[in-house]
């Protein structure tokens, strides 16, 4: 039997569990308790798991109540129609509940109750990396090594997350164009150039035409099989890992799958470990400078992006045998400047619903500057980062922008 979905202010819902009436009723009229608690997940983040620990929590630690009584019954689904629905208005207080409902269809007098929300988001690994179910599965992480048909005249954006990913893409968007605007100001930068390692990207794959631009996180041993047979370029963007780590702190805030980032100590000894999302900075870093004397590789800071955009626009243009007059390179380098993206919704993500990115939390196109790391770091944590830096780094034999810095 096909499942039939019906679609509620633009989200889909599965209409054998899911109602109109039931999503307008618990948005606007039902009531939470100050001492309810809610388990919100996107599906398949460890719902069960969290629904068991608190379960044993609520309990102090007694398994008797999980063995006895089903976890759906323990800890009924607010959004689910059905029997749960008898469950839920008749449930007495302390109430626990799971919910996928996404933030813009939760009971309103959630936000004026003392409530709480568990959230609970939680990586998988595909052939040791981590990923979010967000955006990723194994599946598409599967077609984008070994079934994605890279062409010869494909250009592919390669970062870390957070090394100025966006910056390239827009940088490229407007070559494409001589510097003319109306393309980044008319399309979201994900549809020019989408992630082809992602679920959502591979279905905006479709529409790409050529010369195509993708725009990937993957690190080298993943990274699609069939470029390496073919004549495609790519364009590594690296930047000083210390500013990462503060910009991909803040943006883990914002974005509702990825973890909680924890405190500023928590997630700086993360990133250390590779215990974040595409794992560790250093593995991909060193992965992607084996192809550092490979003709169709060009690799570029975000550092000398920002010291000399219009030289470093001149080098792309090189590599990608690209012709520009004076004033379209002008263009470029104008239409690329941090103002300009963070004005334009094209570019700037807060096209983005609520419940992807909590822009009340933050803006994607955040500082763009260099050495933020330095309102951050305590004297303590930079020479910790320096130490594990020399360490992993020693053997690469390259040194960067910002190790004067
Ligand atoms: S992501 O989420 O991985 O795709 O992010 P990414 O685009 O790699 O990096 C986001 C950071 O790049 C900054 N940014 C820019 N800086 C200067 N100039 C321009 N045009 C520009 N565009 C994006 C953005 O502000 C993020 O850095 P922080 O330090 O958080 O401000």
Redesign the pocket.
Known sequence: MDTEYFQHKGINFASVIYSKERLEYLENEFQVLDDDVYIVTFPKSGTNWMMEILSLIHSNGDISWCHKVPNYIRIPWLDVCGPGVKLVDEYQSPRLFSSHLPIQFFPKSFFSSKAKIQMSVKYFTYKGVNFSPGSYSQESLNIAENEFQVQDNDVYIV?Y???????M??ILSLLRTYGNPTWCNSVPIWLRSPWFESVEGQSQMIDITPPRVF?S?LPFPIFAKSFFTSKAKIIY?M?NPK?IL??LF??SKMVCHYKDPGSFEEFFEDFLQGNVLYSSWFDHVKGWMQMKTNKNFFYIT?EE??QDLRGSVVKICDFLGKELHEAQTDLVVNN???K???ENKM?NYSLLPQDRIDQTKGS??????TG?WKNHFTVAQNEYFDTVYQEKMKDLNMKFFWEDS
């Open positions: 970062t997350p957070k090394s100025g990913t966006n910056w893409i827009e725009t996180h963007v930047r500013d503060v910009s803040h943006f975000y992006l920002h690329s400047s941090f300009t993206m963070k570019s994607f196109m955040r500082k763009g500057i933020d």
